[in-house]
Protein backbone atom coordinates (compact mmCIF):
# COMPACT_ATOMS: atom_id res chain seq x y z
CA UNK A 1 0.00 0.00 0.00
CA UNK A 2 2.35 2.70 0.64
CA UNK A 3 4.82 1.03 -1.95
CA UNK A 4 2.51 2.44 -4.15
CA UNK A 5 0.05 5.13 -2.87
CA UNK A 6 1.71 6.89 -0.42
CA UNK A 7 5.05 6.82 -2.47
CA UNK A 8 5.24 6.18 -6.06
CA UNK A 9 2.07 8.06 -7.26
CA UNK A 10 2.70 11.16 -4.92
CA UNK A 11 6.59 11.17 -6.37
CA UNK A 12 4.63 10.93 -10.28
CA UNK A 13 2.66 13.71 -9.45
CA UNK A 14 5.50 15.83 -8.07
CA UNK A 15 7.45 15.36 -11.21
CA UNK A 16 4.38 15.91 -13.58
CA UNK A 17 3.25 19.43 -11.52
CA UNK A 18 6.27 21.03 -9.88
CA UNK A 19 10.61 21.15 -9.49
CA UNK A 20 10.83 17.53 -7.88
CA UNK A 21 13.64 18.20 -5.82
CA UNK A 22 14.67 21.64 -7.35
CA UNK A 23 15.05 19.50 -10.47
CA UNK A 24 14.27 20.71 -13.98
CA UNK A 25 12.88 18.76 -16.92
CA UNK A 26 16.66 17.95 -18.50
CA UNK A 27 16.04 17.04 -21.87
CA UNK A 28 11.75 15.53 -21.55
CA UNK A 29 9.16 17.72 -21.06
CA UNK A 30 6.61 15.87 -18.87
CA UNK A 31 5.94 19.11 -17.22
CA UNK A 32 2.44 19.81 -16.79
CA UNK A 33 1.60 23.70 -17.07
CA UNK A 34 0.37 25.01 -14.26
CA UNK A 35 -2.75 26.74 -15.36
CA UNK A 36 -3.67 23.06 -16.63
CA UNK A 37 -2.43 21.24 -13.56
CA UNK A 38 -4.97 24.03 -11.75
CA UNK A 39 -7.91 22.62 -14.13
CA UNK A 40 -6.86 18.95 -13.98
CA UNK A 41 -7.05 19.35 -9.48
CA UNK A 42 -10.17 21.17 -10.17
CA UNK A 43 -11.83 18.03 -12.33
CA UNK A 44 -10.23 15.72 -9.34
CA UNK A 45 -12.36 17.54 -7.05
CA UNK A 46 -15.22 17.72 -9.35
CA UNK A 47 -15.54 14.29 -10.38
CA UNK A 48 -16.28 13.15 -6.23
CA UNK A 49 -19.75 13.91 -7.34
CA UNK A 50 -19.98 11.85 -10.72
CA UNK A 51 -18.46 8.66 -9.14
CA UNK A 52 -20.22 6.52 -6.70
CA UNK A 53 -19.74 6.08 -2.97
CA UNK A 54 -18.33 2.61 -3.46
CA UNK A 55 -15.49 3.68 -5.36
CA UNK A 56 -13.92 5.48 -2.57
CA UNK A 57 -13.97 8.18 -0.90
CA UNK A 58 -13.91 12.13 -2.66
CA UNK A 59 -10.61 13.32 -3.90
CA UNK A 60 -10.08 16.56 -3.35
CA UNK A 61 -8.53 19.38 -5.18
CA UNK A 62 -4.86 17.96 -6.04
CA UNK A 63 -3.49 21.39 -6.96
CA UNK A 64 -4.12 22.61 -3.58
CA UNK A 65 -1.53 22.04 -1.59
CA UNK A 66 -2.94 21.99 1.74
CA UNK A 67 -5.28 18.89 2.82
CA UNK A 68 -3.84 15.20 4.07
CA UNK A 69 -3.56 13.02 1.28
CA UNK A 70 -4.16 9.40 1.75
CA UNK A 71 -3.68 6.25 0.47
CA UNK A 72 -6.90 6.01 -0.59
CA UNK A 73 -7.10 9.49 -2.25
CA UNK A 74 -4.23 8.47 -4.45
CA UNK A 75 -5.59 4.61 -5.08
CA UNK A 76 -9.16 6.77 -6.43
CA UNK A 77 -7.56 9.23 -8.22
CA UNK A 78 -5.08 7.10 -10.08
CA UNK A 79 -7.21 3.89 -10.64
CA UNK A 80 -10.49 6.15 -11.89
CA UNK A 81 -9.87 9.91 -12.77
CA UNK A 82 -6.35 10.47 -13.75
CA UNK A 83 -7.15 7.72 -16.58
CA UNK A 84 -9.68 10.44 -18.18
CA UNK A 85 -8.45 14.14 -16.68
CA UNK A 86 -4.97 13.71 -17.78
CA UNK A 87 -5.53 12.55 -21.48
CA UNK A 88 -4.35 15.13 -23.53
CA UNK A 89 -2.31 17.21 -21.26
CA UNK A 90 0.97 16.20 -21.13
CA UNK A 91 3.42 17.99 -23.15
CA UNK A 92 4.48 14.44 -25.55
CA UNK A 93 1.94 11.48 -24.93
CA UNK A 94 4.28 8.84 -24.08
CA UNK A 95 4.28 10.59 -20.67
CA UNK A 96 0.58 9.90 -20.42
CA UNK A 97 0.93 6.23 -22.28
CA UNK A 98 3.95 5.64 -19.62
CA UNK A 99 1.12 6.17 -16.91
CA UNK A 100 -1.23 4.28 -18.24
CA UNK A 101 1.33 1.20 -18.00
CA UNK A 102 1.45 1.69 -14.19
CA UNK A 103 -2.52 2.15 -14.29
CA UNK A 104 -2.82 -1.27 -16.10
CA UNK A 105 -0.60 -3.18 -13.67
CA UNK A 106 -1.99 -1.69 -10.94
CA UNK A 107 -5.45 -3.27 -12.42
CA UNK A 108 -3.46 -6.31 -13.16
CA UNK A 109 -2.28 -6.76 -9.13
CA UNK A 110 -5.29 -6.45 -7.45
CA UNK A 111 -7.73 -8.47 -9.50
CA UNK A 112 -9.28 -11.38 -7.24
CA UNK A 113 -7.59 -14.30 -8.87
CA UNK A 114 -4.13 -14.32 -10.67
CA UNK A 115 -3.09 -17.16 -12.84
CA UNK A 116 0.32 -18.33 -12.53
CA UNK A 117 0.87 -17.77 -16.16
CA UNK A 118 -0.20 -14.17 -15.82
CA UNK A 119 3.21 -13.42 -12.96
CA UNK A 120 5.33 -13.40 -15.95
CA UNK A 121 3.97 -10.85 -17.72
CA UNK A 122 3.35 -8.39 -14.38
CA UNK A 123 7.18 -8.93 -13.69
CA UNK A 124 7.89 -7.89 -17.31
CA UNK A 125 5.55 -4.88 -17.27
CA UNK A 126 7.03 -3.25 -14.07
CA UNK A 127 10.51 -4.04 -15.73
CA UNK A 128 9.48 -2.53 -18.80
CA UNK A 129 7.83 0.22 -17.04
CA UNK A 130 10.92 0.83 -14.72
CA UNK A 131 13.21 1.08 -17.79
CA UNK A 132 11.30 3.85 -19.16
CA UNK A 133 11.17 5.73 -16.43
CA UNK A 134 15.14 5.67 -16.11
CA UNK A 135 14.61 6.99 -19.48
CA UNK A 136 12.32 9.67 -19.46
CA UNK A 137 12.81 11.18 -15.82
CA UNK A 138 16.52 10.29 -14.86
CA UNK A 139 17.40 10.31 -18.44
CA UNK A 140 21.15 8.40 -17.44
CA UNK A 141 22.48 11.94 -15.88
CA UNK A 142 24.36 11.13 -12.48
CA UNK A 143 23.11 14.55 -11.31
CA UNK A 144 19.85 13.22 -11.61
CA UNK A 145 20.07 10.23 -9.69
CA UNK A 146 17.88 11.55 -6.78
CA UNK A 147 14.72 10.66 -8.89
CA UNK A 148 15.72 7.24 -8.70
CA UNK A 149 14.37 6.48 -5.49
CA UNK A 150 14.42 2.77 -3.58
CA UNK A 151 10.75 2.97 -4.54
CA UNK A 152 11.45 2.49 -8.28
CA UNK A 153 13.32 -0.28 -7.51
CA UNK A 154 10.93 -2.11 -5.07
CA UNK A 155 8.62 -2.51 -8.15
CA UNK A 156 10.65 -4.75 -9.82
CA UNK A 157 9.45 -7.37 -6.73
CA UNK A 158 5.72 -6.93 -6.76
CA UNK A 159 5.51 -10.28 -8.87
CA UNK A 160 7.56 -12.02 -6.29
CA UNK A 161 5.35 -11.17 -3.45
CA UNK A 162 2.54 -12.63 -5.52
CA UNK A 163 4.24 -15.50 -6.36
CA UNK A 164 4.83 -16.20 -2.41
CA UNK A 165 1.74 -14.54 -0.88
CA UNK A 166 -0.84 -14.24 -3.50
CA UNK A 167 -2.91 -11.12 -5.31
CA UNK A 168 -2.03 -8.08 -3.46
CA UNK A 169 -5.04 -6.87 -2.15
CA UNK A 170 -4.65 -10.27 0.43
CA UNK A 171 -2.12 -7.69 2.00
CA UNK A 172 -2.59 -3.84 0.55
CA UNK A 173 -5.44 -2.77 2.58
CA UNK A 174 -5.89 0.71 4.17
CA UNK A 175 -5.60 -1.49 7.74
CA UNK A 176 -4.04 1.36 9.89
CA UNK A 177 -6.15 3.54 8.47
CA UNK A 178 -9.44 2.02 9.07
CA UNK A 179 -8.42 1.19 12.78
CA UNK A 180 -6.97 5.17 13.16
CA UNK A 181 -10.27 6.37 11.53
CA UNK A 182 -12.29 4.40 14.17
CA UNK A 183 -10.67 4.71 17.02
CA UNK A 184 -10.02 8.74 16.94
CA UNK A 185 -13.95 9.16 17.00
CA UNK A 186 -13.90 7.60 20.25
CA UNK A 187 -12.06 11.29 21.72
CA UNK A 188 -14.29 12.96 23.86
CA UNK A 189 -11.89 15.50 25.25
CA UNK A 190 -9.55 17.51 23.48
CA UNK A 191 -7.45 18.39 26.75
CA UNK A 192 -6.74 14.69 27.70
CA UNK A 193 -6.91 12.88 23.80
CA UNK A 194 -4.99 9.80 24.53
CA UNK A 195 -6.70 9.45 27.58
CA UNK A 196 -9.65 8.67 25.38
CA UNK A 197 -7.85 6.90 23.34
CA UNK A 198 -6.55 4.28 25.93
CA UNK A 199 -9.59 4.04 27.52
CA UNK A 200 -11.66 2.59 24.13
CA UNK A 201 -9.15 0.79 22.75
CA UNK A 202 -8.95 -1.13 26.55
CA UNK A 203 -12.67 -1.38 26.46
CA UNK A 204 -13.20 -2.68 22.67
CA UNK A 205 -10.47 -5.68 24.15
CA UNK A 206 -12.50 -6.43 26.82
CA UNK A 207 -15.55 -7.26 24.80
CA UNK A 208 -13.02 -9.30 22.13
CA UNK A 209 -12.11 -10.89 25.27
CA UNK A 210 -15.87 -11.87 26.33
CA UNK A 211 -17.06 -12.44 22.94
CA UNK A 212 -14.20 -15.00 22.68
CA UNK A 213 -14.57 -16.60 26.03
CA UNK A 214 -18.38 -17.67 25.81
CA UNK A 215 -18.85 -17.95 21.87
CA UNK A 216 -21.19 -15.07 21.58
CA UNK A 217 -22.46 -13.51 18.19
CA UNK A 218 -22.78 -9.43 17.38
CA UNK A 219 -26.28 -9.48 18.27
CA UNK A 220 -25.38 -10.10 21.82
CA UNK A 221 -23.60 -6.30 21.66
CA UNK A 222 -25.66 -4.57 18.84
CA UNK A 223 -29.38 -6.55 19.73
CA UNK A 224 -30.93 -9.01 17.61
CA UNK A 225 -33.22 -7.21 15.90
CA UNK A 226 -30.48 -4.70 14.52
CA UNK A 227 -30.93 -5.82 11.13
CA UNK A 228 -34.54 -6.65 10.52
CA UNK A 229 -35.79 -4.30 8.11
CA UNK A 230 -39.22 -2.52 8.35
CA UNK A 231 -41.87 -3.80 5.97
CA UNK A 232 -42.33 -2.29 2.74
CA UNK A 233 -38.86 -1.19 2.75
CA UNK A 234 -37.58 -4.10 0.17
CA UNK A 235 -38.99 -6.54 -1.66
CA UNK A 236 -37.40 -9.74 -3.65
CA UNK A 237 -38.90 -11.99 -6.48
CA UNK A 238 -38.32 -15.65 -6.79
CA UNK A 239 -37.68 -15.09 -10.06
CA UNK A 240 -35.14 -12.97 -9.76
CA UNK A 241 -32.58 -14.55 -7.34
CA UNK A 242 -29.66 -11.84 -7.82
CA UNK A 243 -31.47 -8.58 -6.55
CA UNK A 244 -33.20 -7.42 -4.64
CA UNK A 245 -35.79 -3.34 -4.22
CA UNK A 246 -35.31 -1.00 -2.04
CA UNK A 247 -37.52 1.35 -1.20
CA UNK A 248 -39.12 4.24 -1.97
CA UNK A 249 -41.65 2.96 -4.02
CA UNK A 250 -44.66 4.46 -5.77
CA UNK A 251 -47.51 3.29 -8.01
CA UNK A 252 -47.18 5.68 -10.91
CA UNK A 253 -49.78 5.70 -14.15
CA UNK A 254 -49.09 3.52 -17.77
CA UNK A 255 -48.81 6.28 -20.13
CA UNK A 256 -49.85 5.65 -23.55
CA UNK A 257 -46.12 5.79 -24.64
CA UNK A 258 -44.95 3.43 -21.57
CA UNK A 259 -47.77 1.23 -22.56
CA UNK A 260 -46.03 0.76 -26.21
CA UNK A 261 -42.52 0.05 -24.93
CA UNK A 262 -43.69 -2.40 -22.60
CA UNK A 263 -46.04 -4.40 -25.14
CA UNK A 264 -42.87 -4.46 -27.38
CA UNK A 265 -40.17 -5.74 -25.16
CA UNK A 266 -42.80 -8.42 -23.66
CA UNK A 267 -43.70 -9.55 -27.40
CA UNK A 268 -40.12 -9.89 -28.17
CA UNK A 269 -38.95 -11.39 -24.83
CA UNK A 270 -41.68 -14.41 -24.48
CA UNK A 271 -43.51 -14.25 -27.61
CA UNK A 272 -43.25 -17.43 -29.89
CA UNK A 273 -43.56 -14.73 -32.84
CA UNK A 274 -43.22 -11.27 -32.33
CA UNK A 275 -46.52 -9.48 -34.29
CA UNK A 276 -48.16 -6.55 -34.42
CA UNK A 277 -50.97 -8.65 -32.87
CA UNK A 278 -49.67 -9.79 -30.14
CA UNK A 279 -48.06 -6.73 -29.20
CA UNK A 280 -51.78 -4.96 -29.92
CA UNK A 281 -52.97 -7.80 -27.50
CA UNK A 282 -50.29 -7.49 -24.73
CA UNK A 283 -51.22 -3.88 -24.75
CA UNK A 284 -54.78 -4.25 -24.25
CA UNK A 285 -54.02 -6.67 -21.05
CA UNK A 286 -51.24 -4.17 -19.42
CA UNK A 287 -52.67 -2.72 -16.08
CA UNK A 288 -53.26 1.15 -15.62
CA UNK A 289 -50.83 1.54 -12.99
CA UNK A 290 -47.42 0.07 -12.37
CA UNK A 291 -45.16 -0.78 -9.59
CA UNK A 292 -42.27 1.82 -9.30
CA UNK A 293 -39.36 1.42 -6.37
CA UNK A 294 -36.15 4.07 -6.39
CA UNK A 295 -33.30 1.40 -5.47
CA UNK A 296 -32.05 -2.30 -6.76
CA UNK A 297 -29.02 -3.54 -5.33
CA UNK A 298 -27.33 -6.70 -6.75
CA UNK A 299 -26.73 -9.19 -3.66
CA UNK A 300 -23.57 -11.12 -2.61
CA UNK A 301 -22.04 -8.03 -2.63
CA UNK A 302 -22.83 -6.48 -5.35
CA UNK A 303 -23.51 -2.27 -5.92
CA UNK A 304 -26.92 -0.58 -5.09
CA UNK A 305 -27.78 1.72 -8.21
CA UNK A 306 -30.47 4.17 -7.71
CA UNK A 307 -33.55 5.05 -10.58
CA UNK A 308 -32.95 9.00 -11.22
CA UNK A 309 -36.21 9.55 -11.65
CA UNK A 310 -37.47 8.45 -7.91
CA UNK A 311 -34.43 9.35 -5.91
CA UNK A 312 -32.83 13.21 -6.88
CA UNK A 313 -30.55 15.23 -5.52
CA UNK A 314 -27.65 13.12 -4.63
CA UNK A 315 -24.49 14.19 -3.34
CA UNK A 316 -22.90 11.30 -5.31
CA UNK A 317 -24.04 9.95 -8.38
CA UNK A 318 -25.53 6.42 -7.99
CA UNK A 319 -27.27 6.32 -11.33
CA UNK A 320 -25.21 5.45 -14.00
CA UNK A 321 -25.02 1.52 -14.59
CA UNK A 322 -23.26 -0.80 -17.32
CA UNK A 323 -25.69 -3.46 -18.54
CA UNK A 324 -25.06 -6.11 -20.94
CA UNK A 325 -27.98 -7.36 -23.94
CA UNK A 326 -26.96 -10.08 -26.26
CA UNK A 327 -26.31 -8.98 -29.69
CA UNK A 328 -27.69 -11.11 -32.54
CA UNK A 329 -24.37 -10.78 -35.08
CA UNK A 330 -26.35 -12.09 -37.87
CA UNK A 331 -29.33 -10.49 -37.30
CA UNK A 332 -28.77 -8.48 -41.34
CA UNK A 333 -28.92 -12.47 -42.86
CA UNK A 334 -32.19 -13.60 -43.19
CA UNK A 335 -32.80 -17.39 -42.74
CA UNK A 336 -29.42 -17.77 -40.32
CA UNK A 337 -29.30 -19.37 -37.00
CA UNK A 338 -28.67 -16.61 -34.72
CA UNK A 339 -24.98 -15.77 -33.15
CA UNK A 340 -26.13 -14.32 -30.08
CA UNK A 341 -22.95 -12.14 -28.54
CA UNK A 342 -22.62 -9.96 -25.20
CA UNK A 343 -22.37 -6.57 -25.88
CA UNK A 344 -22.01 -3.83 -22.96
CA UNK A 345 -23.65 -0.30 -22.56
CA UNK A 346 -23.38 2.21 -20.29
CA UNK A 347 -26.39 4.70 -19.12
CA UNK A 348 -28.28 6.18 -16.44
CA UNK A 349 -30.75 3.87 -14.60
CA UNK A 350 -34.01 6.09 -14.58
CA UNK A 351 -36.56 3.99 -13.52
CA UNK A 352 -37.47 0.08 -11.89
CA UNK A 353 -40.72 -0.85 -13.01
CA UNK A 354 -42.34 -3.90 -11.35
CA UNK A 355 -45.20 -5.66 -13.79
CA UNK A 356 -47.19 -8.23 -12.11
CA UNK A 357 -48.03 -11.09 -15.05
CA UNK A 358 -51.58 -11.40 -14.69
CA UNK A 359 -53.73 -14.77 -16.28
CA UNK A 360 -54.79 -12.74 -19.15
CA UNK A 361 -51.57 -11.62 -19.93
CA UNK A 362 -49.64 -14.93 -19.45
CA UNK A 363 -52.09 -16.26 -21.42
CA UNK A 364 -50.23 -14.27 -24.43
CA UNK A 365 -46.63 -14.09 -22.93
CA UNK A 366 -46.41 -18.26 -22.89
CA UNK A 367 -44.92 -20.57 -20.15
CA UNK A 368 -40.88 -18.90 -20.16
CA UNK A 369 -42.68 -15.79 -18.66
CA UNK A 370 -41.99 -15.29 -14.81
CA UNK A 371 -44.84 -14.25 -12.32
CA UNK A 372 -43.26 -10.76 -11.81
CA UNK A 373 -41.23 -8.85 -15.00
CA UNK A 374 -38.73 -6.25 -13.18
CA UNK A 375 -37.99 -4.31 -16.02
CA UNK A 376 -35.14 -1.10 -15.85
CA UNK A 377 -35.36 2.21 -17.86
CA UNK A 378 -32.25 2.98 -19.14
CA UNK A 379 -31.20 6.35 -20.87
CA UNK A 380 -28.01 4.78 -22.97
CA UNK A 381 -24.85 7.40 -23.49
CA UNK A 382 -24.93 9.03 -26.80
CA UNK A 383 -21.74 8.64 -29.33
CA UNK A 384 -20.11 6.01 -26.87
CA UNK A 385 -16.56 5.73 -28.64
CA UNK A 386 -14.83 2.84 -29.05
CA UNK A 387 -12.38 1.55 -26.21
CA UNK A 388 -9.33 3.68 -27.34
CA UNK A 389 -5.11 1.28 -26.94
CA UNK A 390 -5.84 1.91 -23.30
CA UNK A 391 -9.55 0.53 -22.83
CA UNK A 392 -10.70 4.38 -22.21
CA UNK A 393 -14.75 4.72 -23.32
CA UNK A 394 -15.48 8.38 -23.84
CA UNK A 395 -19.04 9.83 -24.42
CA UNK A 396 -20.46 13.73 -24.02
CA UNK A 397 -24.44 13.32 -23.99
CA UNK A 398 -27.08 10.64 -22.75
CA UNK A 399 -30.13 9.84 -25.80
CA UNK A 400 -33.35 11.32 -26.04
CA UNK A 401 -35.81 9.07 -24.33
CA UNK A 402 -35.37 5.36 -22.88
CA UNK A 403 -35.06 1.84 -23.89
CA UNK A 404 -36.02 -0.71 -21.40
CA UNK A 405 -34.16 -3.65 -20.57
CA UNK A 406 -34.63 -6.48 -18.11
CA UNK A 407 -33.32 -5.42 -14.60
CA UNK A 408 -31.17 -8.52 -15.01
CA UNK A 409 -29.24 -7.35 -17.39
CA UNK A 410 -28.12 -4.48 -14.74
CA UNK A 411 -24.77 -5.43 -13.45
CA UNK A 412 -23.38 -2.45 -11.83
CA UNK A 413 -22.52 1.32 -11.31
CA UNK A 414 -20.19 3.26 -13.06
CA UNK A 415 -18.23 6.46 -12.76
CA UNK A 416 -17.91 9.63 -14.90
CA UNK A 417 -14.78 11.87 -15.28
CA UNK A 418 -14.90 15.29 -16.73
CA UNK A 419 -12.46 15.74 -19.65
CA UNK A 420 -11.25 19.40 -20.44
CA UNK A 421 -12.59 18.14 -24.19
CA UNK A 422 -16.23 18.58 -22.72
CA UNK A 423 -16.56 14.46 -22.74
CA UNK A 424 -16.96 12.19 -20.01
CA UNK A 425 -14.82 9.25 -19.20
CA UNK A 426 -15.67 6.22 -18.12
CA UNK A 427 -15.14 4.70 -15.20
CA UNK A 428 -15.74 0.79 -15.21
CA UNK A 429 -14.32 -1.19 -12.01
CA UNK A 430 -16.25 -3.89 -12.75
CA UNK A 431 -14.53 -7.52 -13.22
CA UNK A 432 -16.33 -11.27 -13.88
CA UNK A 433 -18.25 -11.61 -11.19
CA UNK A 434 -20.24 -8.46 -12.17
CA UNK A 435 -21.39 -10.25 -15.29
CA UNK A 436 -24.71 -11.18 -16.51
CA UNK A 437 -25.06 -14.99 -16.58
CA UNK A 438 -27.20 -15.54 -19.76
CA UNK A 439 -28.79 -18.94 -20.37
CA UNK A 440 -31.19 -20.83 -22.81
CA UNK A 441 -30.70 -22.70 -26.01
CA UNK A 442 -29.15 -19.84 -28.12
CA UNK A 443 -25.69 -19.75 -28.70
CA UNK A 444 -23.77 -17.22 -27.29
CA UNK A 445 -20.13 -16.19 -27.88
CA UNK A 446 -18.58 -14.47 -25.30
Given at each position: ?118 VATIRQGFI ?319
Amino acid sequence: MHLVWIDLIPLLVSLYSTDFKDLDQGAGEYRIAPHIWRTIGKAAKDAGDTIPSVYGRRVPDLADERGYRTAETWSVWTLYIAPGSLKGRFPRNKYYNHFMQLVRLLDACIELEIPRSNVATIRQGFIDWVNKFEEYFYQYDPSRVSICTSIIHYLLHIADCIEMQGPVWVYWAFVMERHCGRIVRAVRSCKHPWASLNNFVLAEAQLETVQSLYNLDNDFFTGPNHHIRAAGSFARFTDYETCELLAPSRMSPVTPYLASQLANVLAQWYGETYTEHLRAAIKSRLPHHIEEWGKVRRLDGGDTMHAADLIVNEERDMTFVRYEQLVDRRRHQQHKTAVLKRQAYYGQLRRILVLPVSPPLAELLGDDAPQTVLIAAVAECADLSPPDAHGLQFFSKLKDGVELTELRTIECLIGRVPTHSGHWAIADRSNALSRVLFTGSDVVET
